[in-house]
């Protein structure tokens, strides 16, 4: 089972994607369901993650969603980033990304 | 000139951690045009030949029962016994700790203000091994810092202030930067000691980019692990606050603080 497909079948998100910051393109995603956020969420989170300065994690919070991101260690430019809805296990759903992340990480 | 800002944190960036001296600036004819005084990396005193105030006016100024007479006169006895005059103020009771810290820091700052405005020469660091302050009476790079940008806006910095006070934990950092302002520096700061001062001002422009590309998609909180910290933004009206958190399950902590805050933002 792939990452993106471990993390769809974990918790309930929208959308999950690998993305390349450096030519900011979606390497590869996987949809739950259709949403308009989408396209303008991965645009955001691959310019916030572009630089080498920038953070190796990040999670953002808006009234209805939640944007978390990971950048792997042996690729600098290779960022997974998953798009969900914000509910009442915002931090169970920000801990099993992170976790099946960094079991990816371990295991590359 | 830059703005005065950028320019206070040009001078304190170049206060050496840990050491003792001055740094001083002099005017054409060779005088002296005032001093920023550094004892173990902190800063205890600024002087400028443009500043018009003395201690023990801003002291009669920030606390009402205090009287000229009784200043004077702990003055002079501080003069002939050669006594710190802010320690003596407090060891008697005429003010306390708190409006005698204070009482310095906006000295220090607004000395520092005049200094970096006036036309003199550029900064020299001139060292010292000599210790008088007392540590409680001396400010880090950060306090100074965000006390120089708060005197061009003094209310918006107080109300700032007043906010850190409600959100930021014993453990944690915070500060604050005025997007109406031209400069991405702290107006007001809270538990920022420890942090370097360059440190703090690439924070916040760090901060401030996060949260200018995260409104394009109604993200109202970023967090971020950045080096040793976890850091959370967010924008209130043109206020970004930036609260800063380290040690175990750092990142984690945050994350559940803004989740209970957000509603409220």
């Known amino acids: 089972m792939t990452v993106l497909a471990e993390i769809c079948a974990a918790i309930d998100c929208i959308a ?4 390349d910051t450096r030519i900011g393109v979606v390497v590869e995603q996987r949809t739950s369901r259709e949403h308009a956020l989408i396209g303008p969420a991965l645009d955001a989170m691959t310019e916030l993650m572009r630089s080498r300065e920038r953070p190796p994690r990040m999670v953002l919070l808006s009234a209805q969603h939640v944007h978390i991101a990971h950048r ?34 371990q295991a590359a | 000139m830059q703005p005065v800002p950028i320019e206070a944190l040009h001078v304190l960036e170049r206060v050496p951690s840990g050491g003792c001296g001055a740094l001083v600036r002099k005017h054409a004819d060779g005088a ?18 443009r500043y018009p105030w003395r201690l023990t006016d801003i002291l009669v100024a920030e606390q009402a029962t205090l009287s000229r007479a009784q200043l004077d006169e702990v003055f002079a006895l501080c003069r002939r016994d050669q006594l ?26 607004e000395a520092l203000d005049c200094l970096l405005r006036d036309d003199a020469s550029p900064w020299s660091w001139i060292e010292h091994s000599g210790h008088g302050y007392h ?23 107080a109300r700032a202030l007043a906010r850190l006070h409600q959100v930021v934990r014993p453990e944690q950092a915070g500060f604050t930067i005025d997007r109406t302002r031209g400069t991405r520096l ?34 109202e909180v970023a967090l971020a692990q950045l080096g040793a910290f976890a850091c ?34």
């Open chain 2, 186 to 219: 702290p107006i007001a700061q809270l538990h920022c000691e420890a942090i370097d001062v360059v440190a703090l001002a690439d924070l916040a422009t760090q901060a401030d980019e996060v949260m200018a590309v995260a409104a394009t998609v109604q993200v």
């Open chain 2, 32 to 49: 002296m045009a005032g001093a920023l005084l550094v004892e173990r990396g902190r800063v205890c005193w600024a002087l400028s030949a």
């Open chain 2, 84 to 109: 710190p005059l802010g320690e003596t103020l407090v060891e008697r009771g005429l003010v306390s700790l708190p409006v005698l810290h204070r009482a310095l820091l906006r000295h220090t700052c």
């Open chain 2, 232 to 265: 959370a933004s967010w924008l209130e009206d043109t206020m970004l606050f930036v609260l800063l958190c380290d040690g175990e399950l750092a990142f984690n902590r945050l994350l559940a603080q803004m989740a209970t805050m957000t509603p409220n933002l």
């Open chain 2, 135 to 157: 540590p409680l009476l001396t400010f880090s790079p950060a306090e100074v810092l965000a006390g120089v940008h708060a005197i061009a806006c003094p209310t918006r910095a």
């Open chain 1, 72 to 105: 792997q260690a042996r690729d600098p430019h290779r960022v997974l980033v998953v798009l969900c809805d914000r509910s009442a296990n915002l931090g169970f759903a920000v801990a099993t990304v992170r976790s099946i992340f960094e079991a990816a990480e």
């Open chain 1, 16 to 19: 999950a994607a690998w993305v």
